[in-house]
């Protein structure tokens, strides 16, 4: 088990990577399970009763035939969810096998998607990588659907090969022109919506694929692919790097790889190998990554408890993760959103920072709304100094430079010539200051990490 | 690898400790504080042509039987060919592309490529912009237009000498050209929204607001994601309000159309007439990834470029800036020689560049590809390395030694009046 201290800090770190964040009630909730247990009951989250997010998600009302409800029906279940590793499995492969509305164009394709990743969120490989074959919207995705004897369509081959398990270097243009034979037929039905198998539209001859010969289809060649030690080496990278760290060394890697092949393709025992790794909770992992839009957007509102009124203003948030970045069911291309340091540039940045405006100065019912005073008085704090520790933590943020911290309390005392005032805590400085406070927290270089 | 992520940090550090100086002086001025420099008076802007072009159906060989073999679907008839040579012609939806081919103002540099091309979309585009065949696709480093910013552009503490622009929608995803190690490119997705929002219920509050979050992202860090984000926020800040105080020099007269180029160049347009500095800016135009139904699709985005190409130009001439910019548009492979089943084409290899300027010695340049030779996945060899498009730029529009940059000496194709 890992040596690291177990302390809110620790526990707040665990929570922004397998979940959206942590309110410090959930954070208490975690730590006073003890470290065994808490990874233990994160891992093991089909036995947690998660049904009060369908009650919230059903009383928003939504119309999942529009892209803009299904964003927000996913948004919700990553805020409300008791299960944040299944929901934050979903997001990483949502990214991994990154489809997109804009050429797909039917909503519902995407949440049957969208559920099938739920489903397989620590599923088995293997079975994964065949359904997603199988899988509609990735079949109208990727022009399976067109994929005719004689005259293949490489893309799905191409990009499975590349994109879903080897990466480039681990299979030859040949290997792809064979594969794309072999998913030769593997269509849909538009009637029923279901996956179809077009025998007349199937090439049945002998392909030769990563060595391996015979008349294969599709589901051979997930076959050899999930066993190759390159499907492990590069799913277990890029599953310790979207969790832990970027850069690990190659002996993390050929470890986990190792639990990949020796559990048959568990999904499963590859992050338990994670969470339960020194590594994840090494000085090296905290704030490490670059938050992505959605983490950014969605861990602010459950961290501030947000109200979130769907027939009002909801459209905002989606609006602002589409400008820093990230429209959920819509990634820019098959490969995902590049993410990491290239989340960050001028634009996007400015965008987030206008988020948290939006949302700190929000005073209206509608859309997403906070209350400053309500979170205030779970605490005691009145002084300056105080406030801004209190709203800090509040966010998740344990290690805020000095220098930075200062700077926050300077604003709160500060006058609107800038000149040095004194914060009381009356309402007509929470409505100011405090929103100010909250605003300029959301923008700190800090809080852009996880 | 050249650049290391610790010389990044270096440049980073550096900048950082020259921007923040006395962060109130800076952040407090609504004034158009930049001098803009801009070094050669010069501005280069960069058209990807994202997802891969089908160089063959844009650029169309005409009277060569092996075209027609291969397509019997896609393959353009000869009657309705813009026949600008003996042997090659535009796309019929191209037809003010073809005029300012006429007028001499634009470049077609053919059957562009380099060694062991790779079919990947993402690795391929990594090569392109990094100028480098033999990048990896994830790795965050320089690329070819950012390497020239620090080279050139960094020392004018401009931060929008290097802009990378989108339509509104999406974000204006940095292009790994732009990744430099001495400044931070602006990337502005939309002129209304680039600027930084504060409540407006205490406007008087709002410079408290500016210095605090100038202040939280001055603090020394070792840390390269922390410094970039930081770096990237004081750049927003100063770019913005000079952005927002520049752009207003220009009114609106030419037509461009509604398309996400259009747009684009639009915008290009409008920084330029702002002096603002810009010496590089980039765009993007996606959807080339034409595997099926290419025909529609195909003809929709080259009807984009051909009509946004002449409305950009028509704009810089009324604004007097068309002897002073260039325009080169590339995309990360062409596609294969022959159709699928599907009505489109798979991944190809090599394709043309374009190039568009007065300072442009318009007409086809390099050889058309052998559509009979090919490669064992049945694409085109390539003839001219795309680098040596670059090196043609850097060293005769650009006016800075085009090795250090590409890593390599170049053929200097001709095709700018120097």
């Known amino acids: 088990m890992c040596a690291a201290e177990w302390n809110e800090r620790s526990v707040a770190h665990m929570l922004r990577r397998v979940g959206f964040g942590a309110t410090p009630e959930e954070i208490k909730f975690y730590l006073d399970m003890g470290q065994a247990r808490a990874i233990d009951y994160i891992l093991n989250y089909e036995s947690i009763d998660d049904s009060e997010v369908d009650r919230q998600i059903a009383a928003a009302n939504l119309d999942l035939t529009k892209t803009s409800d299904l964003i927000l029906w996913w948004v919700l279940r990553m805020i409300f969810t008791k299960r944040p590793l299944q929901e934050k499995m979903v997001f990483f492969w949502h990214d991994h096998f990154a489809t997109a509305i804009f050429k797909v164009k039917e909503q519902e394709l995407m949440l049957q998607q969208n559920q099938l990743f739920r489903k397989f969120a620590l599923g088995n490989f293997q079975d994964f990588l065949l359904a997603v074959s199988q899988d509609p919207a990735m079949i109208i995705w990727l022009d399976n659907f067109t994929n005719k004897k004689g005259q293949p369509n490489e893309n799905y081959a191409r990009e499975l090969n590349e994109l879903f398990s080897m990466?480039?270097?681990?299979?030859?243009?040949?290997?792809?022109?064979?594969?794309?034979?072999?998913?030769?037929?593997?269509?849909?039905?538009?009637?029923?919506?279901?996956?179809?198998?077009?025998?007349?539209?199937?090439?049945?001859?002998?392909?030769?694929?990563?060595?391996?010969?015979?008349?294969?289809?599709?589901?051979?060649?997930?076959?050899?692919?999930?066993?190759?030690?390159?499907?492990?080496?590069?799913?277990?990278?890029?599953?310790?790097?979207?969790?832990?760290?970027?850069?690990?060394?190659?002996?993390t890697i050929d470890n986990l790889a190792n639990i990949y092949l020796t559990s048959r393709f568990s999904i499963k025992a590859v992050m338990q190998a994670i969470l339960t790794s020194d590594e994840f909770f090494s000085e090296k992992a905290f704030n490490s990554i670059v938050k992505s839009p959605t983490e950014y957007v969605v861990g602010t509102l459950k961290m501030l408890k947000a109200t979130i009124d769907t027939r009002g203003k909801a459209g905002d948030i989606l609006n602002s993760l589409s400008i820093q970045g990230q429209t959920l069911f819509n990634p820019p291309s098959v490969s995902g959103w590049d993410g990491g340091i290239e989340w960050i540039n001028t634009s996007t940045l400015l965008n987030r920072f206008n988020f948290a405006n939006t949302l700190s100065s929000n005073r209206m019912t509608r859309g997403a709304t906070i209350d400053p005073k309500a979170l205030l008085s779970n605490s005691k704090a009145t002084k300056s100094k105080d406030v801004v520790d209190f709203f800090l933590k509040q966010l998740g943020l344990f290690d805020v430079d000095v220098l930075s911290n200062k700077t926050l309390k300077k604003y709160l005392d500060q006058n609107d010539d800038?000149?040095?005032?004194?914060?009381?805590?009356?309402?007509?400085?929470?409505?100011?200051?405090?929103?100010?406070?909250i605003h300029l927290i959301i923008t700190l270089p800090d809080y852009q990490l996880n | 690898m050249a650049h290391s992520r610790r010389d990044f940090l270096k440049g980073t550090i550096g900048l950082l400790s020259l921007s923040i100086a006395s962060p109130e002086l800076c952040f407090q001025s609504s004034s158009n504080v930049f001098a803009a420099p801009n070094p050669s008076g010069k501005v280069l802007v960069v058209v990807q042509l994202d997802g891969g072009n089908d160089g063959l159906n844009t650029v169309i060989p005409y009277t060569d039987k092996a075209y027609y073999d291969a397509r019997p679907m896609l393959a353009i008839a000869e009657s309705s060919v813009l026949k600008a040579s003996d042997n090659l012609g535009f796309h019929p939806v191209m037809s003010k592309f073809k005029s300012l081919f006429d007028q001499k103002r634009i470049a077609v540099i053919q059957n562009t490529g380099y060694p062991n091309p790779n079919l990947s979309h993402f690795q391929s585009r990594a090569i392109y912009h990094r100028a480098d065949p033999t990048t990896r696709e994830e790795v965050f480093q320089l690329g070819w237009l950012g390497k020239y910013g620090d080279v050139k552009l960094s020392d004018t503490g401009n931060p929008l000498s290097v802009i990378n622009l989108g339509d509104g929608r999406g974000s204006a995803a940095l292009p790994k050209s732009l990744v430099a190690e001495k400044l931070i490119p602006a990337s502005i997705n939309s002129f209304p929204l680039y600027q930084f929002q504060t409540d407006a219920k205490y406007p008087a509050d709002r410079n408290n607001q500016i210095n605090t979050l100038a202040k939280s992202n001055a603090i020394k860090s070792d840390d390269f994601n922390f410094l970039y984000v930081e770096q990237t926020a004081l750049d927003a800040l100063d770019s913005s309000q000079s952005l927002q105080a520049g752009i207003t020099k220009y009114t609106p007269t030419i037509k461009y159309p509604e398309n996400s180029l259009g747009v684009q160049l639009q915008m290009a347009a409008q920084v330029i007439a702002g002096d603002l500095g810009a010496q590089v800016i980039h765009v993007t135009l996606g959807g080339f990834d034409t595997h099926s139904g290419q025909k529609s699709d195909h003809e929709e985005l080259l009807t984009a470029i051909s009509e946004s190409f002449d409305a950009f130009y028509q704009d810089l001439v009324r604004l007097g800036k068309a002897d002073s910019v260039l325009v080169m548009a590339f995309s990360e492979f062409g596609r294969r020689v022959r159709e699928n089943g599907s009505a489109g084409t798979d991944h190809?290899?090599?394709?043309?560049?374009?190039?568009?300027?007065?300072?442009?010695?318009?007409?086809?340049?390099?050889?058309?590809?052998?559509?009979?030779?090919?490669?064992?996945?049945?694409?085109?060899?390539?003839?001219?390395?795309?680098?040596?498009?670059?090196?043609?730029?850097?060293?005769?529009?650009?006016?800075?030694?085009?090795?250090?940059?590409?890593?390599?000496?170049?053929?200097?194709?001709?095709?700018?009046?120097?």
């Open chain 1, 167 to 251: 990466g480039v270097g681990n299979y030859t243009e040949m290997d792809v022109k064979e594969a794309a034979r072999a998913f030769t037929g593997w269509s849909i039905n538009r009637r029923t919506k279901e996956f179809q198998f077009e025998t007349n539209q199937h090439d049945f001859g002998t392909k030769t694929f990563l060595g391996e010969t015979g008349p294969f289809n599709g589901d051979d060649i997930v076959r050899i692919i999930s066993g190759k030690p390159a499907t492990a080496q590069f799913i277990s990278k890029k599953l310790f790097e979207f969790f832990a760290f970027q850069n690990p060394k190659q002996s």
């Open chain 1, 418 to 437: 800038g000149s040095k005032g004194k914060f009381t805590l009356t309402d007509a400085n929470i409505d100011k200051k405090v929103r100010g406070l």
């Open chain 2, 348 to 418: 190809g290899t090599s394709g043309p560049m374009f190039v568009m300027g007065n300072a442009v010695k318009g007409g086809f340049y390099g050889n058309s590809p052998n559509l009979t030779n090919l490669d064992n996945t049945g694409n085109t060899i390539f003839d001219i390395d795309f680098r040596s498009v670059y090196s043609t730029i850097l060293s005769d529009w650009l006016l800075t030694d085009p090795q250090p940059i590409l890593g390599g000496k170049f053929e200097n194709i001709g095709f700018i009046n120097k």
